[in-house]
């Protein structure tokens, strides 16, 4: 039994019989196959019923491991991680960078895959860029020859500038009219010219006498035609009443603004204009100010006039709240004038007589508020 016994191999003696020769034949095992490379589970000792006469020891038997698992070739190389992940922030800027270099690569490539709309694309921006600098080029040949310009006539016309200077200086009139006359001269002659101001400054041009006339000129001038337009109006009976009369408020709204300016100008330019001996006779209430108020009287008689006539006419197709709104369009336009010019001439009170005469017995209040204009 002892040799039977001792010629009796274990099962797990040739398990690792086995695990050895594998180890000899493939000494070289990766490491993931190391790892799938189980463990054998502990063997299960199974022991037999003791006999009654003799004690036999059986042997162990033990689970038979599972075989190993055959080698598998060696894999490729894992790939690289991805990249992290950009921020928002150089995603927004990432596009523009992209752009500017990549711009002029696809101009390139694409002017190298079609070279004639390229040239065609070429030929479309090159006539702005001409254009520019044509237009540069042409501005400084302007400025130079405009500085050229004022050079030759500082050195050229030295003469007559200096005989302009002593006849503003020596420039006294009495009459605002011979100042209006020489302002209108002194510009004629200053326009030959090429810059008044930037020759000018190069002489000893006496700036303030010259702008105190000329300012003076241009005032007389623009209240003179005023009165000259409101003096030669005349009511065109085949205009509509309601063109006609707004005709003529606006002719007093421009008198009155007239006045107000030419007030204020008084009150701040008539002593330096007296240094500057330019006459102010004009300027004082007795002078334009007194001609536009008289003009103005003209305008109230016949506003009431064609008042008049539209109320005849809006009676007879018997329209009373017509009467009533041409009665106190009336009334408020000669209380204007009233305020503005003062009292009112003999043929205005004539023609609100004729208007009293128009109105119903009813519109008794309008009687009288007309009536009180009239009288004051």
Same mark, same amino acid.
């Given at each position: 039994k002892r040799e039977s016994s001792g010629e009796y191999q274990s099962p797990k003696f040739k398990d690792i019989q086995k695990l050895i020769a594998n180890k000899l034949e493939h000494p070289k095992v990766t490491r993931g196959e190391a790892r799938t490379v189980k463990v054998p589970p502990r063997p299960t000792a199974s022991l037999a019923p003791k006999d009654a006469n003799h004690q036999t020891i059986t042997p162990i038997t033990y689970s038979q491991p599972p075989p190993p698992p055959p080698l598998l070739p060696s894999l490729p190389p894992l790939p690289p991680p991805p990249p992290p992940p950009r921020f928002p922030a150089k995603a927004a800027t990432t596009p523009k960078a992209h752009s500017l270099v990549v711009g002029p690569v696809q101009s390139y490539q694409e002017k190298k895959k079609d070279p004639p709309v390229a040239a065609a694309a070429w030929n479309q921006k090159k006539p702005t860029v001409i254009s520019v600098h044509s237009s540069i080029v042409g501005e400084i040949q302007n400025r130079s020859a405009h500085l050229l310009a004022i050079k030759a006539d500082v050195e050229t016309k =030295?003469?007559? %500038?200096?005989?302009?200077?002593?006849?503003?200086?020596?420039?006294?009139?009495?009459?605002? !009219?011979?100042?209006?006359?020489? /302002?209108?001269?002194?510009?004629?002659?200053?326009?030959?010219?090429?810059?008044?101001?930037? &020759?000018?400054?190069?002489?000893?041009?006496?700036?303030?006498?010259? +702008?105190?006339?000329? !300012?003076?000129?241009?005032?007389?001038?623009?209240?003179?035609?005023?009165?000259? !337009?409101?003096?030669?109006?005349?009511?065109?009976?085949?205009?509509?009443?309601? /063109?006609?009369?707004?005709?003529?408020? =606006?002719?007093? +709204?421009?008198?009155?603004?007239?006045?107000?300016?030419?007030?204020?100008?008084?009150?701040? &330019?008539?002593? #330096?204009?007296?240094?500057?001996? %330019?006459?102010?006779?004009?300027?004082?209430?007795? =002078?334009? /100010?007194?001609?536009?108020?008289?003009? #103005?009287?003209?305008?109230?008689?016949?506003?009431?006039?064609?008042?008049?006539?539209?109320?005849?006419? &809006?009676?007879?197709?018997?329209?009373?709240?017509?009467?009533?709104?041409?009665?106190?369009?009336?009334?408020?336009?000669?209380?204007?004038?009233?305020?503005?010019?003062?009292?009112?001439?003999?043929?205005?009170? @004539?023609?609100?007589?004729?208007?009293?005469? @128009? %109105?119903?017995?009813?519109? /008794?209040? #309008?009687?009288?508020?007309?009536?009180?204009?009239?009288?004051a």
């Open positions: =030295g003469e007559f %500038i200096n005989s302009l200077i002593h006849r503003v200086l020596a420039a006294a009139y009495t009459d605002i !009219e011979e100042v209006l006359k020489f /302002v209108d001269w002194l510009d004629n002659e200053l326009s030959s010219l090429a810059d008044e101001r930037a &020759v000018l400054k190069h002489f000893k041009w006496p700036e303030r006498k010259a +702008d105190a006339m000329r !300012e003076a000129a241009i005032e007389y001038r623009d209240l003179k035609l005023l009165e000259m !337009e409101i003096s030669s109006f005349e009511d065109d009976t085949s205009n509509p009443c309601g /063109v006609a009369l707004k005709r003529m408020a =606006g002719l007093l +709204d421009k008198s009155e603004r007239s006045i107000q300016r030419l007030i204020k100008l008084r009150n701040s &330019v008539i002593r #330096s204009y007296q240094e500057c001996k %330019i006459p102010v006779d004009w300027m004082l209430d007795s =002078g334009m /100010v007194y001609k536009i108020k008289q003009a #103005s009287m003209k305008l109230v008689t016949m506003y009431i006039k064609r008042v008049g006539t539209e109320l005849q006419l &809006v009676r007879s197709l018997d329209k009373e709240s017509a009467q009533e709104a041409l009665l106190l369009q009336g009334m408020h336009f000669a209380n204007r004038a009233h305020q503005f010019a003062g009292d009112l001439d003999s043929e205005t009170l @004539c023609a609100f007589e004729e208007i009293k005469e @128009c %109105i119903p017995g009813h519109l /008794v209040g #309008s009687k009288e508020l007309l009536a009180g204009i009239s009288s």
